[in-house]
């Protein structure tokens, strides 16, 4: 039990549920056919706005992490107005643009530390031992540590949040805005002259990806001491795309399984370290080349049903 | 008079597709409209549909001037259209498809959607139902699982009318579709297009297939190199020596 339910164990768990997390981010973008590599900077306003209104104006988590959401969501309001007027590779390269503006604004700003970045940040898992032991918890509760107790709590917490957010992105697939969502994917213009307002639903989806990049920020600040502009860099993009790119962005289910291998596989490589970054790179091409729609697709689910002599639909 | 359009042209750079064309469409009745290949049939649809404006002249639809509104608010007005390269969401179910199509008519948002909500639950029914009937009523099978992609063309084109009705409109716009149908399946179609003017709507049909036009339609109006050549009902239109030189003639020939 204790060999299972170590520090090091319980904290990937934790960074591949905030990944799945910001993988529902990009698989929302994306579910109208919209590339956006803004994700990092939103999740960079997310985190900033949270850690400041926690450390510096004294907010309960709770209300912060929401907050950041809010205003990652509202930032993308702002630059969606002009930049949903492009699509394709120019709209990735505005939102791009937008992640690094973000980036050297924070770097340059004084509320946010600059480069230092904020520390001292109060974390989620000291936070929830704190309250545990002022209920009178004992130092061992069943076999645990206070420690490990509160990191699996987090850990509850950040599964709960996912699970509500598949249950979001699953119903809202099967109703009239996800339709939409999906029309538009399929052919705009189309999409336009069947009366729907594209620039609407377009922004719509954009905004939701941004509130969950936000709010995935958020959380990510009160999981670690310190965040610093250098955490939400280009790199950081890159990374959540891949998720969509790897484990697929036509359901939830895909960009979700992308992160959970894309956070494991560089702990699994450790022992070969110096190789890492060439297995990743082998391993995205040999998927563009042979599965360019990413592990989990329409047809796979398609196809497991009739195998599986069509279970319930 | 419900759609009139007024001396309404259209040039692409130095490229008139269209010069002052004029016409009124009457409620119910199922217009043609004809001419060769690259004579500026599509480019009309497209400006009265809203996907560009025009270059001058006046269109309305019940008095409401047309010209400025994104094409989605004319669908909202009443006026739906199909393609003439199909344009469905591919990887959509049938029944789906056709289920956007009735996006406009509805209400539902995220809130509601999430929440599965009475009122979103009733609305999503009504909604299938409809689309159902629609499907039955181009006959396309309903309960297709597979992607509208998979259909066979003829039902593919069958498929986007079912979509365009499901708008509810009161013109529906219907780019050749014809096309690629064999006689059979064109007949088929005649059959539906009247159906359709049955069911209290207005057709304005581009079309190839003079068969299907001279049967099917009211009026008929000839367009040749972006300007219109002649206008009244088939009869007419066959004796017509311009149409037969610019058009028809070219058959003979």
């Given at each position: 039990?204790?060999?299972?339910?170590?520090?090091?164990?319980?904290?990937?768990?934790?960074?591949?549920?905030?990944?799945?997390?910001?993988?529902?981010?990009?698989?929302?973008?994306?579910?109208?056919?919209?590339?956006?590599?803004?994700?990092?900077?939103?999740?960079?306003?997310?985190?900033?706005?949270?850690?400041?209104?926690?450390?510096?104006?004294?907010?309960?988590?709770?209300?912060?992490?929401?907050?950041?959401?809010?205003?990652?969501?509202?930032?993308?309001?702002?630059?969606?107005?002009?930049?949903?007027?492009?699509?394709?590779?120019?709209?990735?390269?505005?939102?791009?643009?937008?992640?690094?503006?973000?980036?050297?604004?924070?770097?340059?700003?004084?509320?946010?530390?600059?480069?230092?970045?904020?520390?001292?940040?109060?974390?989620?898992?000291?936070?929830?031992?704190?309250?545990?032991?002022?209920?009178?918890?004992?130092?061992?509760?069943?076999?645990?540590?206070?420690?490990?107790?509160?990191?699996?709590?987090?850990?509850?917490?950040?599964?709960?949040?996912?699970?509500?957010?598949?249950?979001?992105?699953?119903?809202?697939?099967r109703?009239?805005?996800?339709?939409?969502?999906?029309?538009?994917?399929?052919?705009?213009?189309?999409?336009?002259?069947?009366?729907?307002?594209?620039?609407?639903?377009?922004?719509?989806?954009?905004?939701?990806?941004?509130?969950?990049?936000?709010?995935?920020?958020?959380?990510?600040?009160?999981?670690?001491?310190?965040?610093?502009?250098?955490?939400?860099?280009?790199?950081?993009?890159?990374?959540?795309?891949?998720?969509?790119?790897?484990?697929?962005?036509?359901?939830?289910?895909?960009?979700?399984?992308?992160?959970?291998?894309?956070?494991?596989?560089?702990?699994?490589?450790?022992?070969?370290?110096?190789?890492?970054?060439?297995?990743?790179?082998?391993?995205?091409?040999?998927?563009?080349?042979?599965?360019?729609?990413?592990?989990?697709?329409?047809?796979?689910v398609r196809?497991?049903k009739s195998?599986l002599?069509r279970g319930s639909k | 008079?419900?759609?009139?359009?007024?001396?309404?042209?259209?040039?692409?750079?130095?490229?008139?597709?269209?010069?002052?064309?004029?016409?009124?469409?009457?409620?119910?009745?199922?217009?043609?409209?004809?001419?060769?290949?690259?004579?500026?049939?599509?480019?009309?649809?497209?400006?009265?549909?809203?996907?560009?404006?025009?270059?001058?002249?006046?269109?309305?639809?019940?008095?409401?001037?047309?010209?400025?509104?994104?094409?989605?608010?004319?669908?909202?007005?009443?006026?739906?259209?199909?393609?003439?390269?199909?344009?469905?969401?591919?990887?959509?179910s049938?029944?789906?498809?056709?289920?956007?199509?009735?996006?406009?008519?509805?209400?539902?948002?995220?809130?509601?959607?999430?929440?599965?909500?009475?009122?979103?639950?009733?609305?999503?029914?009504?909604?299938?139902?409809?689309?159902?009937?629609?499907?039955?009523?181009?006959?396309?099978?309903?309960d297709?699982d597979?992607?509208?992609?998979?259909?066979?063309?003829?039902?593919?084109?069958?498929?986007?009318?079912?979509?365009?009705?499901?708008?509810?409109?009161?013109?529906?716009?219907?780019?050749?579709?014809?096309?690629?149908?064999?006689?059979?399946?064109?007949?088929?179609?005649?059959?539906?297009?009247?159906?359709?003017?049955?069911?209290?709507?207005?057709?304005?049909?581009?079309?190839?297939?003079?068969?299907?036009?001279?049967?099917?339609?009211?009026?008929?109006?000839?367009?040749?190199?972006?300007?219109?050549?002649?206008?009244?009902?088939?009869?007419?239109?066959?004796?017509?020596?311009?149409?037969?030189?610019?058009?028809?003639?070219?058959?003979?020939?």
């Amino acid at each position: 039990m204790d060999m299972l339910l170590n520090q090091y164990y319980l904290q990937i768990a934790v960074f591949v549920m905030v990944n799945a997390i910001l993988g529902v981010s990009i698989y929302l973008t994306l579910s109208t056919g919209q590339l956006s590599l803004g994700n990092a900077g939103f999740m960079s306003i997310g985190a900033y706005t949270c850690a400041i209104l926690t450390v510096k104006a004294g907010f309960p988590v709770y209300l912060a992490i929401p907050i950041g959401g809010i205003a990652a969501s509202l930032m993308s309001i702002i630059i969606g107005f002009p930049a949903l007027r492009l699509t394709g590779i120019y709209l990735a390269i505005a939102t791009l643009g937008f992640g690094e503006v973000v980036r050297v604004i924070v770097l340059n700003l004084k509320i946010t530390n600059g480069a230092l970045g904020i520390s001292g940040i109060p974390t989620l898992g000291t936070k929830i031992s704190k309250m545990l032991s002022s209920f009178g918890l004992p130092q061992k509760f069943g076999g645990l540590s206070v420690q490990q107790t509160s990191t699996l709590l987090v850990l509850l917490i950040l599964v709960l949040i996912l699970v509500f957010l598949v249950f979001f992105c699953v119903r809202l697939n099967r109703s009239r805005v996800g339709r939409a969502f999906a029309a538009i994917k399929a052919d705009e213009s189309a999409a336009e002259a069947m009366g729907i307002n594209t620039t609407y639903y377009k922004l719509l989806a954009f905004a939701l990806g941004a509130l969950i990049a936000g709010i995935a920020g958020g959380l990510s600040a009160h999981l670690t001491f310190f965040i610093g502009p250098k955490d939400f860099a280009y790199h950081r993009t890159v990374e959540i795309l891949l998720y969509a790119v790897l484990g697929g962005s036509d359901l939830v289910f895909g960009p979700i399984v992308g992160a959970l291998i894309l956070t494991l596989l560089p702990e699994l490589l450790r022992s070969a370290s110096n190789y890492r970054l060439m297995i990743y790179g082998a391993l995205l091409v040999t998927m563009m080349a042979f599965r360019p729609q990413g592990l989990i697709s329409e047809e796979t689910v398609r196809f497991w049903k009739s195998k599986l002599g069509r279970g319930s639909k | 008079m419900t759609l009139v359009l007024d001396q309404v042209s259209k040039s692409f750079g130095g490229l008139a597709a269209l010069s002052n064309v004029s016409f009124k469409v009457t409620e119910g009745e199922i217009v043609g409209i004809i001419g060769p290949n690259g004579a500026g049939k599509t480019t009309l649809f497209n400006l009265i549909t809203g996907i560009f404006p025009p270059t001058a002249g006046k269109i309305t639809y019940q008095g409401k001037d047309l010209l400025g509104l994104r094409p989605y608010k004319v669908t909202e007005l009443g006026l739906a259209r199909t393609f003439q390269n199909i344009r469905l969401f591919g990887h959509l179910s049938p029944l789906d498809n056709v289920m956007v199509g009735a996006h406009c008519r509805t209400k539902a948002g995220v809130w509601k959607g999430l929440w599965r909500t009475p009122a979103q639950r009733k609305e999503e029914k009504a909604t299938r139902e409809r689309a159902q009937t629609l499907l039955k009523l181009v006959g396309v099978e309903e309960d297709i699982d597979s992607p509208a992609s998979s259909l066979p063309y003829g039902q593919q084109r069958r498929l986007e009318i079912a979509r365009a009705l499901a708008t509810e409109p009161e013109i529906i716009l219907l780019d050749e579709p014809a096309a690629g149908m064999n006689e059979n399946e064109t007949d088929d179609l005649r059959l539906l297009i009247k159906k359709i003017q049955t069911m209290g709507k207005t057709v304005v049909l581009i079309e190839h297939d003079m068969n299907l036009v001279m049967n099917v339609c009211d009026r008929v109006m000839v367009i040749n190199f972006g300007q219109m050549i002649a206008e009244g009902t088939p009869a007419e239109i066959q004796q017509n020596p311009l149409v037969i030189e610019a058009y028809l003639g070219r058959e003979e020939g």
